[in-house]
């Protein structure tokens, strides 16, 4: 079935740091977004993208739309302690019903 | 508003017994979806439904799990003769619409902590 890889599984970094996580898929995707989810939560839009190129930013995070249609990058800026959380990408693929498949998630620990 | 609202947030039951978690989409979300996490992995989609289309069930693991939608409304997953594979955390999403070309960002609830001892 469609994966989606998502990298790198685990971060941690220095507070104040940029990060930066991405993912790829084998088939085209029709829309891409950007997941967080705390600890015993659901998981939080952060932004959603549904063109080829498309740059969105909300507030420190940016995320893109890859010009292929089979990625996608979302950076933080100036990372601060509660950015510490799991972040998913998620897809739409063209070649299915209109499911949302994730990927397995980046982990991040901001180090105060 | 309120939002993604799943019952019970925590389910402890026995192997072999049947279980049903339920959902209650956002008023007015055209799609339903269930996703299932174990710990420290990443949501494993099970079923969607949209609208009156019939629901996309590739993601159901086995015979054992089954979803309706009453009235376009309220999702039920069912369980039968749990397995402890079975632990995990089942989440639920609602969006306004999707589809083939184009989805609404999912609204996802707190989820079902389901533990199969």
């Known amino acids: 079935g469609q994966q989606l890889n998502q990298s790198p599984q685990s971060m941690f970094i220095q507070e104040g740091e940029d990060v930066s996580m991405n993912c790829t898929s084998s088939?085209?995707?029709?829309?891409w977004l950007w997941y967080k989810q705390d600890p015993g939560e659901g998981p939080v839009l952060l932004i959603a993208?549904?063109?080829?190129?498309e740059l969105t930013s909300n507030g420190r995070l940016t995320a893109q739309f890859g010009i292929t249609r089979k990625d996608s990058f979302l950076n933080i800026s100036a990372s601060i302690p509660s950015d510490v959380g799991i972040y998913f990408c998620?897809?739409?693929?063209?070649?299915?019903?209109?499911?949302?498949?994730f990927g397995q998630g980046t982990t991040l620990q901001v180090k105060p | 508003g309120a939002g993604v609202s799943q019952s019970p947030s925590n389910k402890v039951t026995e192997k072999g017994k049947d279980v049903e978690l339920r959902c209650d989409p956002i008023?007015?979300?055209?799609?339903l979806y269930w996703y299932r996490q174990s710990l420290g992995q990443g949501l494993e989609f099970l079923i969607y439904?949209?609208?009156?289309?019939?629901?996309?069930k590739s993601g159901l693991p086995s015979d054992r799990f089954s979803a309706e939608r009453t009235g376009g409304s309220v999702s039920t997953l069912t369980i039968q003769r749990t397995q402890q594979e079975d632990s995990a955390v089942y989440l639920c999403?609602?969006?306004?619409?999707?589809?083939?070309?184009?989805?609404?960002?999912?609204?996802f609830g707190n989820g079902t902590r389901l533990t199969v001892t």
């Open positions: 999403a609602s969006s306004l619409r999707s589809g083939v070309y184009y989805n609404s960002p999912l609204h």
């Open positions: 088939s085209i995707f029709n829309t």
């Open positions: 993208l549904y063109k080829a190129g």
């Open positions: 998620a897809g739409q693929s063209s070649s299915n019903t209109g499911k949302l498949i």
């Open positions: 008023s007015g979300h055209t799609a």
């Open positions: 439904f949209q609208g009156n289309s019939a629901p996309d």
